[in-house]
C-alpha cells in the first residue's frame, strides 16, 4: 500500500479519494472546505493542514482541481517545493492542453514524474469506483501511475505524451455536450408531442439514438434511477466548466507556440461549421467568447 496525498475534494475528488483508502492506501486529504475534508475522514484518509503537509508525507499525489489556473497555481507554490524527492505526481483534472504540457515539463525539470489523467464517468462513477482514466506523460510515469488510478477506475488507458489525456479529455467533453443536448431536446420534443417519457426512453434507448447521455444521465426522471434527475438534479461537473473545455479549440495558441501548418484547412472547416451552426440557431463560439471565456479562466 502507498502514502498517497489527495489534493481537492469537490464532487469527484471525494469519491476518489475514499476509494484509494477504501484500497488500503494511507491518503493524506486536503482541501480548502473543511466539511470536504471531515467526509473524507470520515471514508478512512488522514487530514492535513495544508497542502505542503499532505504532500511532505506522501511518495505519491494527486490533484482534481477545477480549473488549469488552480492546477499551476497549486503545483508551483506547494508541490515542487514541498514534495518527496522523485514523487510521482498524477493531475487528473479536466484543463487546457498547453497548461498540461507546461506543469509537466516543469514537474519532470523539477526531478518528478507526472501525468496528465483526466476522468470520464460522472460523480457515480468517481464514488463506485468505475471511471476511465485517458493518461499523458511518458511510457515509465504511466506504468507507475496505473495500479493507482486502476483503484479509482475501471479502465486506465494510456493516450500518449504530456497533454494527450486532456486532448482526449476535450473531444470527449465535445462529444457528451453534443449528445446531452440532443437528448434533452429530444425528451422535450417527446412530451410537446404527448409521448409519455418512459415509453420514448424504452424505444430510443434500443434505437439509433442511444447514447451514453441517455442510458446513464437520462434528463427526466423514471428511467434512469442512478441519474442525476433522480436525486433532483444534484450537481456533479459544472455547466460552464462543460462550456469552457468545449471552448478551448477555438482559444488563440499561446504566442510562443509555432503556427499551425493546417491554418488555412482549420479556417476553412471554422468557418464553415460557423455557418452550418448559425443555419441551425446555433452560436457557435466567437472571438469575443474565447476572450470571455480566458478572462474567467484567468479570474477563477
Avoid at 510515469?141 to 495500479?147: G, I, L, N, Q, S
Avoid at 486506465?156 to 446531452?180: F, P, R, T
Avoid at 417519457?197 to 427526466?220: E, L, N, R
Avoid at 433532483?232 to 469552457?244: I, K, P
Wanted: aromatic share 6%; glycine share 10%; charged share 15%.
Amino acid at each position: 500500500m502507498r502514502d498517497i496525498a489527495f489534493i481537492g475534494l469537490g464532487a469527484m475528488g471525494s469519491g476518489m479519494a475514499a476509494n484509494l483508502a477504501k484500497a488500503g492506501h494511507q491518503v493524506f486529504a486536503f482541501d480548502l472546505n473543511p466539511s470536504a475534508v471531515a467526509k473524507a475522514a470520515a471514508a478512512g484518509a488522514t487530514p492535513a493542514a495544508s497542502i505542503e503537509a499532505a504532500v511532505s508525507a506522501a511518495e505519491i499525489v494527486v490533484t482534481m482541481l477545477p480549473t488549469g489556473q488552480h492546477v499551476a497555481d497549486v503545483y508551483r507554490r506547494h508541490v515542487f517545493g514541498s514534495a518527496r524527492s522523485g514523487a510521482l505526481l498524477i493531475d487528473s483534472s479536466t484543463i487546457e492542453v498547453t497548461t498540461a504540457r507546461s506543469v509537466i515539463a516543469e514537474a519532470e525539470a523539477a526531478g518528478f514524474a507526472m501525468v496528465d489523467a483526466p476522468v470520464s464517468g460522472g460523480t457515480a462513477a468517481a464514488a463506485g469506483g468505475t471511471l476511465t482514466f485517458m493518461v499523458g506523460g511518458t511510457p515509465e510515469a504511466f506504468r507507475r501511475a496505473e495500479p493507482v488510478l486502476a483503484g479509482m477506475g475501471k479502465a486506465v488507458i494510456h493516450a500518449g505524451a504530456a497533454g494527450a489525456g486532456q486532448a482526449v479529455k476535450i473531444c470527449n467533453n465535445m462529444l457528451l455536450a453534443i449528445s446531452m443536448i440532443g437528448t434533452c431536446e429530444a425528451f422535450a420534443l417527446a412530451g410537446k408531442l404527448g409521448l409519455d417519457h418512459q415509453v420514448f426512453f424504452d424505444i430510443a434507448s434500443k434505437s439509433s439514438g442511444q447514447c451514453w447521455s441517455m442510458t446513464s444521465y437520462c434528463p427526466v426522471p423514471g428511467p434512469v434511477p442512478a441519474a442525476p434527475s433522480n436525486r433532483d438534479y444534484e450537481g456533479g461537473f459544472a455547466t460552464d466548466l462543460m462550456a469552457r473545455t468545449c471552448a478551448w479549440p477555438w482559444m488563440p495558441p499561446p504566442a510562443s507556440a509555432p503556427p499551425r501548418r493546417s491554418g488555412r484547412r482549420h479556417a476553412r472547416s471554422t468557418s464553415c461549421f460557423r455557418r452550418k451552426a448559425q443555419a441551425a440557431g446555433i452560436s457557435p463560439p466567437s472571438s469575443r467568447c474565447s476572450a470571455k471565456a480566458r478572462s474567467v479562466e484567468v479570474e477563477a
